[in-house]
């Protein structure tokens, strides 16, 4: 193209751009200017005091909220207890609301114009909607009843507020989508609010996909070192267990297997080129998704913990958890009371902790009599299944030698400011074909699908996308009052597959793995798999009774982080089990303990920093020889480290600079930009396993005439790491600084990602220096192939003391509000940050002598 017409193109497209966004920053400074927006912020402050009239409440509720925003509700009944969180949920975090019920039903383009029709594609293709729409009417009587009741709290909300009344978000969205007015929310939006937690926290496809792309340049045997088996020298969670099951091989441990394990056929299918167009197109809207809701769940883990009466100083069960997920604003959680003034069978709720907004219940938190907390699974419940489209007729397929017509599915995408458009979803007997929603490739009209080259599709089964009964668990979670109730909850806890501790107020602690798990009829999910004959179908899933589970274990704890749960097991759970780093270091903490241990104990636990990962590789730096003054005083630091990524440690900063260029100096020359090393715990495994082979062909620079070994790129990256410390930092190691380079920002999922400066600094809050990295206990997780800004977080901490339960401490980030510039959008974030906690207010009485404002919701008097 002539650079002219390469100049009038580049200015048709940005032009527009530009010019809207300048005309954005000048309408934001105006209404900064005028105090307009001050005004639209407090006045979608939620009212904390006084007294309410809602419609369809039945008593008067009362709600009390401490000084950080937390509110404890009191109702008569189950109705007002769920109408009354429906309704301060939609006070504190409609915005938050609207938005993640448009993320479950692919509605962004409603809300954000063209943008987002990608996304909704995507979305729409996935199903997470028409799935959750076939829940509602299987919901029992109860069920459904509390889902109304919380629809009709958020509702009386919407009906006295509106636009900038609801959020300044909406003052903002009403300058790009003037049209936009928030729907009545319906039970459908609580129900989809599981999917999207699902997806994010169970994308295994994705590791699927990245392995048969790198087929394309690496050997099979390459490609496994870099996702290697679950290592020996690593705990699992159930050590007791781990030789009870022995017919079934090493199922549960994740052997590395072959491809699908199909052999060489299936093989061959996997490297042909005519499959990777349709694998690498799923991997362009995930990417858009990511930006939304957060990066992908792989190797994001989660701590948790329960300790005996018999090691505690309390003489009684001490329970911990804390779940990592995306930085975000507002937060993901939402800490509340929901008490009963009296127990009963109608009313059999009394139990406090955080909660979603959007759903019914406590996630994670403690009762009167129980005490319980989540960790991701890290469950194989996606299979990529390659399909055969009949060149004639590319809606049919291929089943074991037929030609079987496919499933079509309509959707209309409404487009806020444009057309709406019509796409047609593709089903396979194994679910929707992903690739038909590629955004590099061209649209289709219904009447046109889209056709793969070489006629092939990729079709994905997944749990999520079938019937969920989650629901049901978090309210019967909420009433147990031991551990038979608890599991018999946990057996509806399907989607997604959480490892679940348990504590009770008489002493006992356990562990459940709830979850669907399929069985297959051949594989190991680790690669996609021919989908034209039975030969890798599901032939349903395990029973509850044969999955996992411990009571009152000998060792008097037990300890999750996503690792491995038992070495023997007869059904595969997984081969990408999260490598046990953060398990081993909770191990190491509790059981080297001599004396009781205390919920001080605990929260150093939570905060811990200790690098595992140093432990391999700083012996080894240690004996590298540098000849030069600058590189042994930076070789000195390392000599007395205690391996603590702390804030201020100047060799800590050291440690994690170098670890980013190791990475990329051994693997970069070798593999796909996007697959560059996370630096993330599967890293570790790879990189302990390689030091012991110091001529290794992976440490050889495929860019350089000669060839590298192992000590050669170490002093390379440490030296690297040493000039680029002196460049952004200082030339005196003593004055490198962790916590300076690894800060982290809590940007708005929308607004505050919008581009434009002034918007964004609206919404969004930091930088925040922190500690640790990923694979630490305080797992502020950073990304070596991006920057060292921190993208992942404990979302919040737990301890819950069984035998005092106003003993208990918690602390989330960054607040408990969802509207810019309110006291409590941001006043967890130093506390959080510094392991500080507040109380878990439990008794009455505790509630009431910490009470900053009490407001009464009472039934609205008849016209």
């Given amino acids: 193209m002539p650079r002219q017409a390469q100049i009038k193109s580049f200015r048709k497209r940005w032009f527009p751009r530009i010019l809207k966004r300048t005309l954005i920053v000048l309408l934001v400074l105006g209404l900064l200017l005028v105090g307009f927006a001050t005004y639209s912020v407090r006045q979608s402050f939620a009212q904390e005091s006084g007294t309410i009239q809602l419609p369809e409440l039945k008593a008067e509720v009362t709600v009390q909220r401490d000084k950080w925003g937390i509110p404890h509700i009191y109702a008569a009944n189950s109705h007002d207890l769920f109408m009354a969180q429906g309704y301060i949920h939609a006070q504190d975090r409609f915005w938050q609301m609207d938005f993640w019920r448009h993320i479950g039903s692919g509605r962004l383009s409603e809300m954000f114009g063209s943008s987002q029709v990608d996304t909704d594609r995507y979305l729409r293709t996935m199903g997470w909607a028409r799935v959750a729409q076939q829940e509602v009417p299987e919901i029992n009587a109860e069920m459904k009843a509390y889902l109304e009741a919380y629809a009709d709290g958020v509702n009386a909300y919407l009906s006295e507020h509106q636009g900038s009344a609801l959020s300044l978000e909406y003052a903002v969205l009403k300058f790009l989508n003037p049209g936009y007015k928030p729907e009545p929310w319906q039970i459908l939006h609580s129900l989809t609010w599981g999917k999207v937690m699902a997806y994010d926290l169970g994308r295994n496809f994705e590791s699927e996909i990245e392995r048969v792309i790198l087929l394309k340049t690496l050997t099979r045997t390459q490609v496994e070192e870099l996702f290697p088996p679950y290592p020996q020298y690593l705990p699992v969670i159930l050590p007791e267990l781990q030789q009870a099951e022995e017919a079934g091989g090493a199922g549960g441990a994740g052997g590395a297997g072959g491809a699908g394990g199909g052999g060489d056929k299936n093989a061959k299918l996997l490297y042909s080129p005519d499959v990777f167009p349709a694998l690498e197109s799923i991997t362009k809207p995930m990417m858009a998704l990511e930006q939304l809701i957060g990066p992908r769940g792989i190797g994001i883990g989660s701590n948790n913990w329960v300790i005996s009466g018999q090691r505690t100083a309390t003489g009684k069960p001490i329970l911990a958890n804390d779940p990592h997920l995306g930085v975000q604003i507002p937060s993901i959680w939402y800490e509340v009371g929901l008490h009963c003034t009296r127990k009963s069978a109608e009313c059999p709720y009394n139990v406090t902790g955080f909660s979603f907004a959007g759903m019914i219940g406590i996630i994670i938190g403690h009762s009167d ?113 031991n551990w038979q109730e608890f599991r018999t909850a946990a057996s509806n806890y399907d989607v ?124 080894l730096l240690q004996s590298i020889t540098v000849d030069t003054p600058r590189l042994q005083a930076a070789q000195k630091l390392l000599r007395d480290w205690n391996l603590q990524l702390g804030m201020t440690s100047p060799a800590a900063a050291l440690f994690e600079v170098f670890w980013k260029h190791l990475l990329a100096d051994t693997f970069h020359d070798q593999l796909p930009e996007r697959y560059f090393p996370d630096g993330g715990d599967r890293w570790y495994a790879v990189l302990a396993n390689l030091v012991k082979q110091p001529n290794s062909s992976w440490w050889d620079n495929h860019n350089t005439p000669k060839v590298e070994n192992r000590d050669q790129i170490l002093r390379q990256s440490f030296t690297e790491a040493v000039e680029e410390l002196e460049r952004i930092q200082s030339k005196d190691p003593k004055n490198w600084n962790w916590g300076k380079l690894h800060t982290v920002t809590f940007r708005n999922a929308t607004l505050g990602k919008s581009g ?48 005092n339960l106003d003993n208990s401490a918690a602390i989330h980030t960054p607040g408990q509000s969802g509207h810019a510039f309110h006291r409590h959008y941001n006043d967890m974030v130093d506390s959080w940050r510094k392991i500080e906690y507040h109380q878990m207010l439990w008794e009455q009485k505790t509630v009431a002598n910490n009470t900053a404002t009490t407001l009464k919701l009472v039934p609205k008097l008849a016209e």
Avoid: C
Wanted: aromatic share 10%; no cysteine.
């Fill in 496 to 619: 997604p597959a959480q490892n679940l501790v348990y504590a009770d107020v008489d002493g006992n602690i356990g562990y459940q793995m709830p979850g669907k798990f399929p069985i297959r009829a051949k594989g190991n999910g680790r690669y996609p798999v021919p989908g034209w004959t039975d030969e890798y179908e599901w032939q349903g899933y395990i029973d509850f009774e044969q999955l996992p589970k411990s009571f009152n274990p000998s060792q008097g704890y037990i300890a999750t982080a996503n690792n491995l749960v038992m070495r023997k097991f007869p059904y595969l759970i997984t081969t990408d089990w999260v490598y046990g780093y953060r398990a081993k270091r909770i191990v190491e903490m509790i059981s080297q303990q001599t004396e009781p241990i205390s919920l001080e104990d605990v929260q150093q636990i939570q905060g811990d920093d200790r690098n595992l990962n140093a432990q391999t590789l700083v012996p």
């Fill in 756 to 803: 434009v400066a002034p918007i964004e600094a609206l919404f969004n809050r930091g930088a925040f220096t922190t500690a640790g990295n990923g694979e630490t206990l305080n797992a502020n997780r950073w990304r070596a192939n991006k920057s060292f800004e921190v993208t992942d977080i404990p979302s919040l901490r737990m301890i819950v003391d069984l035998g």
């Fill in 369 to 481: 009599r129980i005490a319980w907390g989540v960790t991701n699974v890290q469950s194989d419940v996606m299979d990529l299944y390659i399909e055969k489209i009949n060149p004639k007729n590319p809606n049919q397929y291929e089943v074991n030698g037929k030609w079987v017509d496919m499933k079509l599915v309509q959707e209309t995408i409404q487009v806020a400011g444009s057309q709406p458009i019509v796409q047609t979803v593709r089903y396979t007997r194994h679910g929707p074909i992903l690739s038909d929603v590629s955004p590099n490739l061209k649209e289709f009209q219904p009447s046109q699908p889209l056709q793969i080259p070489q006629n092939y599709a990729v079709a994905l089964r997944w749990t999520a996308l079938e019937p969920s009964k989650i629901g049901y668990a978090i309210s019967q979670i909420n009433r147990a009052q």
